[in-house]
C-alpha cells in the first residue's frame, strides 16, 4: 500500500445522524446431508452483531478470511435474508423486507465487488454495464442515458470514449473505476465497498482508495468499508469494527483503536502492520499467534478467541464477555483488555 499515513479523514463531515442500525444480526447457513437432505448442523458465519453507521463517515469491518465481514456486507444490502436480528435503514426495518418493496430501495444502498472482472459481465459493453442501474430502476435521466455514463466514467477517471469497449479490454484498476461507476450511477446514500482494492496490484490500490475519499466527499456519501489490510483501514477510516469468527470483539475510532487496541486479537493484527519507521519497527514485538481460527462450524464456547489468546483464564471458557464502552466510544468484548483508561501499559508477547 502507498499511501500516506495522514490525517485524511479531516475533509469529512460526519453528521452523528444515524443512518443504519444493525441488532443481534444473525446469518447461519444450514449443513444438509442425505438423501433427505435433513440439517445436520450450520456455518455460523455472522452471529449477534451490534453496531451503528452514521450519514458521511466510513465504518470499517476487518478481520481475517472466514471471519463473517463480506456475509455481513451482503446481509446488509439484502443480498442475503438474516437468520435472525434487525437492519435498519433510515429509521426503516428492512431486515426481512420482500423483494418487491427492497427493489426502490436498491438505489440507497449500492455494493462494490471484491474482483472488479468476475462482477462485470464480460458479454456486456462499459455502456450496457454502467447504465444497467437506470433500466432496472426505471430512472429518466436528462441528455438521455449514453450522456449519463459517459459523466459518470469521466468522473472515475476513465474516457467517455471507453463507452463502447469491453470488460477484457481494461486493467484491474479500470475495471474496479468501472464497477464504481455503475455503484454511482443512482446516487446512493450508503456504499458497502467489500476489500474494493485487494485484488489490484499494490500501485494502483493508492490510486483507487483516494477516489473513494474524493467520491465520499463529493457526493456525501456513506461507506461500509470491508477489509483485511489494516494499512487502507487506517487511511479511510472514520471508526472501526474488528471481527472474530462471526462475532465483533472491538469498535473504536480510528486513531483510538490504532494507538490504544483494547482486545488481544486487535492487538495481534496491528502487530503484523509493516511499519516504515525502522526505529519504531524495532521497538514494536510481533504477536504470532498460535493455530488457525476455529471452524464458524463449531466456534469455541464463551469467547471465541480464547483457543488462540496468551491472556485466556478459566472464565474465557465458560463465560461469553459482552462488548461494553471502556473508553468514550471504545468497545471491546474482552475479559482481559489492554489499554484500559488507568490499567497497566501495552503488552505484547507471543500466544501460546
Same mark, same amino acid.
Given at each position: 500500500m502507498t499511501t500516506t499515513d495522514t490525517d485524511s479523514t479531516a475533509a469529512k463531515s460526519p453528521t452523528g445522524e444515524e443512518l443504519l442500525s444493525v441488532t443481534g444480526l444473525v446469518k447461519h447457513f444450514p449443513i444438509r446431508r442425505g438423501v433427505l437432505q435433513r440439517q445436520t448442523g450450520a456455518v455460523q458465519a455472522v452471529d449477534g452483531l451490534d453496531f451503528t453507521v452514521t450519514k458521511g463517515e466510513t465504518f470499517s469491518l476487518v478481520g481475517e478470511s472466514g471471519c463473517g465481514k463480506t456475509t455481513t456486507g451482503r446481509l446488509l444490502t439484502?443480498?442475503?435474508? !438474516?437468520?435472525?436480528?434487525?437492519?435498519?435503514?433510515?429509521?426503516?426495518?428492512?431486515?426481512?423486507?420482500?423483494?418487491?418493496?427492497?427493489?426502490?430501495l436498491r438505489k440507497d444502498v449500492q455494493m462494490i465487488f471484491q474482483d472488479p472482472y468476475g462482477s462485470l459481465n !464480460?458479454?456486456?459493453?462499459? +455502456?450496457k454495464i454502467v447504465g444497467a442501474p437506470y433500466k432496472l430502476q426505471h430512472v429518466k435521466t436528462e441528455?438521455?442515458?449514453?450522456?449519463?455514463?459517459?459523466?459518470?466514467?469521466?468522473?472515475?477517471g476513465l474516457s467517455p470514449?471507453?463507452?463502447?469497449?469491453?470488460?477484457?479490454?481494461?486493467? +484491474? +484498476?479500470?475495471r474496479q473505476r468501472i464497477g464504481i461507476a455503475r455503484t454511482l450511477a443512482l446516487r446512493p446514500k450508503l456504499?458497502?465497498?467489500?476489500?474494493?482494492?485487494?485484488?489490484?496490484?499494490?500501485?494502483?490500490q493508492a490510486q483507487v482508495v483516494n477516489l473513494l475519499e474524493d467520491l465520499q466527499n463529493e457526493f456525501d456519501l456513506t461507506y461500509?468499508?470491508?477489509a483485511h489490510d489494516l494499512s487502507v483501514v487506517r487511511h479511510v477510516s472514520d471508526r472501526v469494527a474488528v471481527m472474530y469468527l462471526g462475532k465483533i470483539v472491538e469498535i473504536a475510532d480510528r486513531v483510538d483503536l490504532y494507538e490504544t487496541p483494547m482486545h488481544p486479537y486487535t492487538l495481534a493484527l496491528l502487530s503484523a502492520v509493516p511499519i516504515p519507521d525502522t526505529k519504531r519497527r524495532a521497538r514494536q514485538e510481533r504477536i504470532r499467534l498460535q493455530g488457525d481460527v476455529p471452524s464458524p462450524i463449531n466456534p469455541p464456547p464463551a469467547c471465541r478467541f480464547h483457543t488462540r489468546c496468551w491472556k485466556a483464564q478459566d472464565i474465557c471458557k465458560t463465560v461469553e464477555p459482552p462488548l461494553l464502552q471502556l473508553a468514550p466510544g471504545h468497545q471491546t468484548a474482552c475479559h482481559f483488555p489492554?489499554?484500559? !483508561?488507568?490499567?497497566?501499559?501495552?503488552?505484547?508477547?507471543t500466544a501460546g
Open positions: 439484502r443480498l442475503l435474508e !438474516p437468520t435472525a436480528g434487525k437492519i435498519v435503514f433510515e429509521g426503516r426495518d428492512i431486515t426481512h423486507m420482500s423483494e418487491g418493496k427492497i427493489r426502490p !464480460p458479454r456486456h459493453t462499459v +455502456g441528455g438521455g442515458t449514453k450522456k449519463a455514463v459517459q459523466e459518470l466514467l469521466e468522473l472515475v470514449e471507453h463507452y463502447n469497449r469491453y470488460p477484457h479490454e481494461f486493467s +484491474g +484498476g479500470q456504499i458497502v465497498a467489500d476489500e474494493p482494492v485487494s485484488a489490484l496490484d499494490v500501485s494502483i461500509v468499508m470491508i489492554e489499554n484500559q !483508561p488507568g490499567g497497566d501499559a501495552p503488552k505484547t508477547g
